[in-house]
């Protein structure tokens, strides 16, 4: 499964209201993979937060869980609305047993796109 943080979360809340959250932790539990995109472009209200430690925690030693952020770990308890306590829990869980694949330089989307100095290419 793929998935924006964004639309999880907002996935998650709806769940939540429905009294549903349960289920749906149990799904997501059970996907062989989940991917979760763009993790840390907007900082997360504590009660979203919360609800991605619970994704986290149900995939922890049951399932895979891949997760993409343009925030090295030390900036993490930005994403976690300044929770530091809560990112380090977080971190601890996702860092164990894992691969981390650190990607630097410029973005593969605007790959032949920008020139030199970083701006457009004309055709």
């Given amino acids: ?24 932790l149990q799904i997501l539990r059970g ?9 840390g472009y907007t ?13 986290v925690s149900q995939k922890y030693g049951h399932s895979s869980l891949a997760v993409t952020t343009n925030l090295p770990f030390d900036q993490w308890g930005k994403i976690f609305g300044g929770d530091e306590v809560l990112a380090a ?3 601890d869980r996702l860092l164990h047993h ?14 032949g796109k920008l020139g030199k100095e970083g701006s457009p290419s004309h055709p």
Avoid: C, H, W
């Fill in 1 to 24: 499964m793929f998935t924006t943080a964004a639309d999880l979360l907002d996935e998650l809340v709806a769940a939540q209201v429905s009294n549903t959250l349960g289920k749906v």
């Fill in 98 to 111: 894992s691969e981390v694949f650190a990607i630097n330089g410029p973005s593969y989307r605007l790959r």
């Fill in 31 to 39: 996907q062989e993979f989940l991917a979760v995109d763009e993790l």
């Fill in 89 to 91: 829990a977080i971190l």
């Fill in 43 to 55: 900082a997360m209200a504590p009660n979203r937060a919360a609800l991605f430690f619970q994704v």
